[in-house]
């Protein structure tokens, strides 16, 4: 069942069509105006066609059964937020509440997890904008247990960022302060992938180099890891010499697996041997600054 609680109506151009669990968008515009909620009451799937938009500006609250089935190069857009709860207790593994595009594997062993959605880009310290797509998760609980994330972005919401540049970023609020976390970016699915480790709130995207001021081209030319393609040993160098003092491993959902001692070398080859790996992709990290993308076979 669909309903609307509102000080304004909602004004629709489109065509919906509703059956008993499942509802479609085929075509034109639905705009859900400031004050203005549109609830999902029960299992239902809303589907938006090719060619319809959402513009979002009040509340769509997809409930506990709702879910939201979204086209690439057409996301809800506006200044509302969408909201899905996860009503079954934990732990989760590779959830997307309400369709909304944030998978979650967690320890939280609570029920009733909530997940928003927002399109609105936040700003950084440093005056640089995220994407347009945030997500707040919360829990009625207090609870610290961490959050693998996947993030999932659509192309028209990068807000002029050049995509390989993105990072995961995380806030106890929509203001900030943001920090990023160790994270892996996937353009074929996009995604970014990354650990949040709760309470924190807020999550979202941002141009890693230009919030932490890194020259991008400088970065590539100084660090140095190989083989690409590794079994047990890693090779790694500054080519300006300058001293490595940290090496860290990051896996596929942006945890740390391995971390080197405390170390101060001064310029040279540094050969690292981690302990045993499951295959697949890694982030090498050096300094706390340069990454490299490595696989493990």
């Not at 489109?14 to 105006?33: C, E, K, P, R, Y």
């Not at 347009?132 to 829990?139: D, G, P, S």
């Not at 302990?275 to 990454?291: D, F, I, K, M, Q």
Request: proline share 6%; hydrophobic share 40%.
């Amino acid at each position: 069942m669909l309903s609307f609680r509102s000080i304004a109506a909602a004004a629709m151009c489109s065509t919906l069509v509703a059956t008993a669990q499942d509802m479609a968008l085929s075509g034109g515009t639905l705009t859900v105006m400031p004050g203005t909620t549109m609830e999902v009451v029960g299992p239902l799937t809303w589907q938006l066609g090719t060619g319809a938009q959402v513009v979002n500006h009040g509340l769509i609250d997809l409930g506990t059964e709702g879910v939201l089935v979204e086209q690439d190069g057409a996301p809800v857009t506006g200044t509302g937020t969408e909201k899905a709860t996860w009503a079954l207790p934990g732990p989760l593994t590779n959830v997307v509440p309400g369709g909304l595009g944030a998978t979650l594997s967690t320890d939280y062993a609570g029920a009733d997890l909530v997940v928003e959605r927002g399109h609105t880009p936040v700003q950084a310290s440093n005056g640089v904008w995220s994407i347009a797509r945030w997500y707040r998760i919360t829990t009625p609980q207090s609870n610290t247990d961490a959050v693998v994330v996947d993030l999932h972005y659509d192309v028209t919401e990068l807000n002029g960022i050049t995509e390989p540049t993105l990072g995961l970023f995380v806030a106890p609020q929509y203001t900030g302060p943001w920090t990023g976390v160790a994270s892996v970016l996937n353009m074929g699915s996009q995604t970014i992938s990354g650990t949040d480790q709760a309470p924190v709130a807020f999550i979202t995207a941002f141009d890693a180099d230009a919030v932490n001021g890194i020259d991008r081209n400088e970065a590539i030319i100084e660090l140095r890891a190989w083989p690409s393609v590794f079994t047990d040993r890693i090779l790694v160098s500054l080519e300006d010499g300058r001293p490595i003092t940290s090496v860290e491993l990051f896996d596929a959902q942006g945890r740390s697996v391995w971390r080197s001692a405390p170390l101060a070398r001064n310029g040279g080859i540094l050969t690292i041997q981690p302990p045993s790996l499951a295959t697949g992709p890694y982030v090498l990290r050096v300094n706390e600054l340069w990454g490299a993308k490595l696989i493990k076979e």
